[in-house]
C-alpha cells in the first residue's frame, strides 16, 4: 500500500527545507472543535497537542504563543514575562493577514510574516508533539526540540488550566 497523500501547505515546506522530521496525521475537522476534537479524533493525548495562537502587544505587533491542547494563556503572564503593557489575542483577521493560515489551521512553521515565536516550557519536557500543518485538520508529528532549532523559540510559563 502506498502512503496516504496530504496536502503541501506552507508549513509542511518550511519543515522540509528546516529539514525536520515529520508525520502528517489528518482527521476531520470540526468549527470549534480545537485541538481536544483532533486529540479524539486521532487517539492522542490532548495534552501533547500544541495550538498556535496568535497574540498582539501594545503596539500591534504579532507573536505566536504555542499551547498545550489543555491548557490557555495567561494574557497578563505573558505580558509580564515579555516585558510589554499588555499582551492580547488577535482577532481572525489580524492572525490571517500575519500567519496566511485561517483560523484553525494556523501553524507556526511556514507563516506569512516571520513572528516570534513563545513556547510554554513544559512542551519542550515532551517526547513528541502534534502541532498544526497550516491547514485545518492537519497535525504534524515532530519532535518538540525542533522549535527551538527553527524559531529560536523563548520558553515561557503562561499555562492556565482550562
Given amino acids: 500500500m502506498g502512503k496516504k497523500a496530504y496536502p503541501v501547505t506552507s508549513g509542511i515546506r518550511a519543515l522540509r527545507q528546516a529539514d ?10 470540526t468549527d470549534k472543535g480545537g485541538a481536544r476534537q483532533a486529540a479524539a479524533t486521532l487517539g492522542l493525548a490532548v495534552h501533547a497537542v500544541v495550538k ?12 505566536l504563543v504555542l499551547m498545550h491542547g489543555d491548557a490557555q494563556v495567561s494574557a497578563k503572564q505573558l505580558a509580564r514575562q515579555l516585558q510589554h ?3 492580547i489575542p488577535c482577532d481572525t483577521g489580524l492572525a490571517t493577514k ?23 516550557s513544559s512542551i519542550f ?3 513528541t508533539i502534534y502541532i498544526n500543518g497550516g ?4 497535525l504534524v508529528q515532530v519532535d ?5 532549532t527553527v524559531f529560536k ?5 503562561v499555562a492556565l488550566p482550562l
Avoid: M, W
Fill in 135 to 138: 491547514k485545518r485538520g492537519l
Fill in 85 to 87: 503593557k499588555q499582551v
Fill in 125 to 127: 519536557d515532551l517526547e
Fill in 153 to 157: 523559540a523563548t520558553p515561557v510559563a
Fill in 52 to 63: 498556535t495562537l496568535v497574540f498582539q502587544d501594545e503596539r500591534k505587533n504579532g507573536l
Fill in 20 to 29: 525536520i522530521e515529520f508525520t502528517v496525521h489528518q482527521y476531520p475537522y
Fill in 144 to 148: 518538540p526540540t525542533c522549535l527551538k
Fill in 98 to 120: 500575519l500567519t496566511g493560515y485561517k483560523v484553525g489551521g494556523i501553524s507556526p512553521f511556514g507563516t506569512r510574516q516571520a513572528l516570534p515565536v513563545y513556547v510554554e
